[in-house]
Each structure stands twice: as C-alpha cells, then as structure tokens.
C-alpha cells in the first residue's frame, strides 16, 4: 500500500507516512476514535464505555512538517520503523585548571620615605669622601713642622730651542740648529775666545760677545754641526767702536775664502765674496738700517744652492746668484776700516734647510 499523499511504499499496519506524516487508512479501522489518528486504543474493553479522551492537540499549520521525526507507535508491539540514531549529549568541558594567585606584595616605602633613605645614603658617602681625603692631606707625622723644599725653574736649552724653531724668512722651514744669546760659551757651540797680534780679538767680556779688531776679523763658532750648505742664518749686530759690522758664512778656513755681509753706521750695506780678493756682489744704502753707533740691527742671509738673500731689521734688501761656494762655516765679523773697531753680537740662530 501506498500513501496518499507522497506516494511512498507504506508498512503493514503503520498509522501514518512515515515519510510526510498523513494519516492512512490503517488508522480508521474499527474501534480507532477519531480524536488521536497516530495511536490506537488498546484500553476500551466491550463492557465498559470509553473513557472521554482529551481534545487533540492545536495543529499549527505555518509549522513545516519534519520528515526525521519519529513515526508513532503501533497497535502490534512492533519497533518503530526507521528508529533515530541515539541521543547525543553534549559532553561539558573540563574545568579550566587555575594557578593558585601569589599573595598580594606587602606595601612599599611611601615616597617620602625613599626620598629621606636616598638623601641620608648620600650624605652618608659624603662624609665617607671627606673623612678619606682629610686622612690622606693630613702629613704622615703632624708633629714635625718640615719646610718644604723650594723648587727651582729652570729654563733649559731645548724649550729655548722649541720657542724658537720657527724660520722667519722664506722659505719659513729648516731645522734650528744654532739659537745661542752670546752671553757665556756655555751652550756648547765653541765660539772663538782668542787674541790675535795683542789688539785683535774674539770674546766673552761682561756678558757680550765682542769682535775688536784693526784690519779685519770673522769670530767662527767651532761646532761640527755648523757647517753648512742651504741654511737661514741671523745675528743681532750692535757697533761700539769704528765703522763695520756683520756677519760671514761659508767659510772655508784652510783655503780662507768666504762670503760676508756688513752694514756701516751710516746706513749702508755690502755683500761681498772673498776668494783672495773681494767681489762686490751687491752693495748700497736702505732706510731700514739703524744709524749711528751703538744701534742694533739683524743682519741676517739665506743661502739656497746658488741663490743668496739678505735681509736686515726682517726687511728684505737684495738677492744675488754666485756660484763661488757651496758650504762652510759661519761666524760673525767687524771690519776696520778707519780705525780699531769694536762690535757686540748677541741672539745668534741659523737653520738648516
């Protein structure tokens, strides 16, 4: 037998589709009450009338039907066809497992009492700081009134030398290798101290160092370290007595050739080369020559290779080329030319280029 409804193959006996729920026609059979077409009444017995059954339940007809619900029982004692797979319970989640919570910190310092411990730390290392340092200034036997000792400064050779190293004339380079004041012969550069024919000589006298001579005289210092080829060479010239003063370089003692360059006390200049007689090679008159006796004037000359420069008072005064010498010695001289002569030279420095 099929429903009515769906067309779906029915089971011996059931009440209803199993598949669309719609009443069959097993449910009407004799003895069924109209009121519940799902269930039949097993209860009603011939000799006692039925009971009043309960009115049948509100049909909601905007409820879809549930082709998964369960069929309704039957009369026969038969299982339910298509019975529903077993319930499933839903399996509560394990309790979540907690740590146990630390006890709550003990309340700290307030602020103004880490404020008072920081301040009382610092002053406690202050005093710490004092007591050491006033340990250490106090003397090691306080009972003893020592004196100090004084302490000389010394001036030595060699800050002279520092303070003083530069070259001031071009090309402002070279080594210092002469810086002496001429007031002793103490700073090792062997300056003549001699008298020749007993009225030319070569000296320190009260400080100074004089050149006192009748026909001509050139003081060398004795150092092995002055000889020299390229070099700036200065000397502070100061006449006393006569008329010439200044200063020699590349000297050759043994075959007595030289350069000189002398300056007069009426404002001239000569440059000249000895080779067994003089060579004028530059001579004249400069303003910037001091007059007269007991004036100071720096004479000073650079000689490079061939070219020869002189200067006086830092004043350049001429150039020259003269291929004569190449090196020698340097010195400083007088020159008398009307008479004995007398010159002072002081603050003597050259440089090696």
Same mark, same amino acid.
């Given at each position: 037998?099929?429903?009515?409804?769906?067309?779906?193959?029915?089971?011996?006996? =059931?009440?209803?589709?199993?598949?669309?729920?719609?009443?069959?026609?097993?449910?009407?059979?004799?003895? *069924?009450?109209?009121?519940?077409?799902?269930?039949?009444?097993?209860?009603?017995?011939?000799?006692?009338?039925?009971?009043?059954?309960?009115?049948?339940?509100?049909?909601?007809?905007?409820?879809?039907?549930?082709? !998964?619900?369960?069929?309704?029982?039957?009369?026969?004692?038969?299982?339910?066809?298509? @019975?529903?797979?077993?319930?499933?319970?839903?399996?509560?989640?394990?309790?979540?497992?907690?740590?146990?919570?630390?006890?709550?910190?003990?309340?700290?310092?307030?602020?103004?009492?880490?404020? =008072? /411990?920081? =301040?009382?730390?610092?002053?406690?290392?202050? $005093?710490? /700081?004092?007591?050491?340092?006033?340990?250490?200034?106090?003397?090691?036997?306080?009972?003893?009134?020592?004196?100090?000792?004084?302490?000389?400064?010394?001036?030595?050779?060699?800050? @002279?030398?520092?303070?003083? *190293? +530069?070259?001031? !004339?071009?090309?402002?380079?070279?080594?210092?290798?002469?810086?002496?004041?001429?007031?002793?012969?103490?700073?090792?550069?062997?300056?003549?101290?001699? &008298?020749? &024919?007993?009225?030319?000589?070569?000296?320190?006298?009260?400080?100074?160092?004089?050149?006192?001579?009748?026909?001509?005289?050139?003081? /060398?210092?004795?150092?092995?370290?002055?000889?020299? &080829?390229?070099? @700036?060479?200065?000397?502070?010239?100061?006449?006393?007595?006569?008329?010439?003063?200044?200063?020699?370089?590349? #000297?050759?003692?043994?075959?007595?050739?030289?350069?000189?360059?002398? $300056?007069?006390?009426?404002?001239?200049?000569?440059?000249?080369?000895?080779?067994?007689? !003089?060579?004028?090679?530059?001579?004249?008159?400069?303003?910037?020559?001091?007059?007269?006796?007991?004036?100071?004037?720096?004479? *000073?000359?650079?000689?490079?290779?061939?070219? $020869?420069?002189? !200067?006086?008072?830092?004043? $350049?005064?001429?150039?020259?080329?003269?291929?004569?010498?190449?090196?020698? +010695?340097?010195?400083?001289?007088?020159?008398?030319?009307?008479?004995?002569?007398?010159? #002072? @030279? &002081?603050?003597?420095?050259?440089?090696?280029?």
């Amino acid at each position: 037998m099929n429903c009515s409804n769906c067309g779906a193959q029915l089971p011996p006996g =059931a009440a209803a589709c199993p598949m669309c729920g719609t009443p069959t026609s097993y449910s009407f059979g004799s003895g *069924a009450t109209p009121y519940d077409p799902t269930v039949a009444s097993s209860y009603n017995t011939p000799n006692t009338p039925p009971a009043a059954m309960p009115p049948p339940p509100t049909y909601d007809p905007t409820l879809p039907a549930n082709p !998964y619900s369960v069929p309704p029982s039957t009369a026969y004692g038969s299982q339910q066809y298509g @019975a529903p797979p077993p319930p499933q319970y839903e399996v509560p989640p394990p309790p979540r497992y907690t740590f146990p919570q630390p006890p709550p910190p003990s309340p700290g310092p307030s602020r103004g009492k880490r404020i =008072a /411990i920081i =301040a009382g730390v610092g002053l406690l290392i202050l $005093i710490l /700081i004092g007591a050491g340092l006033f340990a250490l200034s106090r003397p090691n036997n306080p009972s003893v009134n020592s004196t100090p000792t004084p302490v000389v400064h010394t001036t030595p050779q060699a800050t @002279a030398t520092a303070n003083n *190293a +530069q070259n001031p !004339y071009p090309p402002n380079t070279g080594t210092l290798v002469l810086n002496d004041p001429l007031t002793d012969n103490s700073r090792g550069y062997k300056w003549d101290e001699s &008298s020749f &024919s007993g009225t030319d000589s070569c000296g320190f006298t009260n400080g100074a160092y004089h050149i006192v001579e009748k026909t001509g005289l050139i003081c /060398i210092p004795e150092a092995k370290d002055l000889v020299l &080829s390229n070099f @700036a060479f200065e000397a502070n010239i100061k006449i006393v007595k006569g008329d010439d003063g200044g200063i020699g370089f590349r #000297i050759n003692q043994v075959n007595k050739t030289f350069y000189d360059l002398d $300056i007069t006390t009426g404002g001239a200049y000569t440059l000249k080369v000895y080779t067994g007689k !003089y060579t004028t090679l530059s001579e004249g008159s400069n303003s910037v020559i001091n007059k007269g006796l007991n004036q100071s004037n720096l004479v *000073a000359v650079v000689a490079n290779n061939d070219l $020869i420069t002189i !200067y006086v008072n830092n004043q $350049i005064i001429d150039s020259v080329h003269d291929k004569n010498f190449s090196q020698g +010695q340097i010195g400083v001289l007088s020159l008398g030319g009307n008479g004995p002569t007398d010159v #002072i @030279a &002081s603050n003597a420095r050259a440089w090696k280029l």
